[in-house]
Nanobody, 125 residues
Framework: QVQLVESGGGLVQAGGSLRLACAAS????????MGWFRQAPGKEREFVAV????????EYADLVKGRFAISRDNTRNTLSLQMNDLNPSDTALYYC??????????????????WGQGTQVTVSS
C-alpha cells in the first residue's frame, strides 16, 4: 500500500510560480512511475505530467509544456512539480498518483490506483 501526501498549493497571481511536492510512504516508490493530475471545478480530472521510475522518461500535457517541470528524488521518496508562468486556467486541485504496476509508465489516469488527497492551486488574474 502506498500513501501519498501533496503540499505546496496556494494562491498566486497570473505569471507567478508554485512548486508542489508529494511525499510517499508505506512503501518505496523508487520502482514506480509517478504522475501529476489536476481537476478544476466542474471538469474531469486530467493528466498533467508523468515521470518514469528512473526519471529518464517524462511526458507533459500539451497545456503545460514549457511551463511545468516534473522531477523526483528517489532517495527521499518524493515527487515535485515546478509550475511557472501560471494562468487562471491552471486553477485546480492537483493530485499526485502512482499506477497499478511498478514500472508502468502511462498518462492514462484510469491506470492509477494510488492517489493523494490533493493540493489546491488558485491563480488570480
Amino acid at each position: 500500500q502506498v500513501q501519498l501526501v501533496e503540499s505546496g498549493g496556494g494562491l498566486v497571481q497570473a505569471g507567478g510560480s508554485l512548486r508542489l511536492a508529494c511525499a510517499a510512504s508505506g512503501r518505496t516508490v523508487n520502482n514506480w512511475a509517478m504522475g501529476w493530475f489536476r481537476q478544476a471545478p466542474g471538469k474531469e480530472r486530467e493528466f498533467v505530467a508523468v515521470i518514469s521510475d528512473d526519471g529518464d522518461n517524462i511526458e507533459y500535457a500539451d497545456l503545460v509544456k514549457g511551463r511545468f517541470a516534473i522531477s523526483r528524488d528517489n532517495t527521499r521518496n518524493t515527487l515535485s512539480l515546478q509550475m511557472n508562468d501560471l494562468n487562471p486556467s491552471d486553477t485546480a486541485l492537483y493530485y499526485c498518483a502512482a499506477p497499478r504496476l511498478a514500472g508502468y509508465f502511462t498518462t492514462d489516469l484510469n491506470n492509477y490506483i494510488y492517489w493523494g488527497q490533493g493540493t489546491q492551486v488558485t491563480v488570480s488574474s
